[in-house]
């Protein structure tokens, strides 16, 4: 039997870890948006990797089959399977958020909205809004606009952790049925 370490997978977990951190840390609704994409995005690639990695490995068709049809039944996992391909494929926006605007001081045209502070700006190609950060902008609070049954009340960190745990269980799991590198 081949032993192999999924060193990949693991380096995805941990991008999709720093994403949530940068989530639940951050006042910038662009950098919100930002690091939501590269959770799911990671997340994603946790298993492809897994599966690129590992797939030559002795009994691993077996196992991978049964785990796929685990995160294929899984409501957490289909709920963020459906949020990437509806962000990445869809452009669609998600989140929610609540903030609260304070000491704002700038000139000229101005849009608040969903993507924060817009500036007005006439250009050769004509009028466009181009992105403001400000430190007048602050994110009280955001969350997913919708949810899967059961998870209603649960806030988007927790949703987002649960998931996390669910990956690194199946990653977990592989590296106790077929071992460490050698």
């Known amino acids: 039997m081949t032993h192999t ?3 990949k997978a693991k380096q995805f977990i941990r991008e999709a870890k720093d994403a ?3 989530m639940q840390s951050t006042n910038s609704i662009d950098e919100l948006k930002r690091a939501h994409i590269s959770f799911l995005n990671a997340a994603r690639f946790c298993t492809q990797q897994l599966l690129t990695e590992v797939s030559k490995v ?3 068709e077996e196992w991978w089959k049964e785990k796929a049809e685990f995160l294929d039944k899984s409501e957490i996992s289909i709920f963020f399977k459906e ?4 962000v990445t494929k869809g452009g669609d926006d998600p989140i929610a958020i609540n903030y609260e605007i304070t000491n704002l001081q700038m ?3 101005l849009q608040i909205g969903p993507d924060g ?5 006439v250009s050769e190609r004509g009028p466009e809004w181009i992105p403001e950060e400000s ?4 994110i009280k609070s955001w969350d997913f606009k919708e949810k899967p049954n059961g998870y209603t009340d649960v806030p988007a ?6 998931y996390i745990k669910l990956l690194e269980e199946v990653i977990d799991e592989f590296i106790n049925v077929f071992g460490q590198a050698k």
């Open 58 to 60: 002795e009994g691993f």
């Open 157 to 162: 960190l927790v949703m987002m952790n649960e």
């Open 135 to 138: 430190d007048s902008l602050k």
């Open 83 to 86: 949020q990437r391909n509806d």
């Open 5 to 7: 370490y999924p060193y």
């Open 107 to 109: 000139n000229g045209p």
């Open 117 to 121: 502070i817009m500036k007005g700006n």
């Open 20 to 22: 949530m951190k940068r």
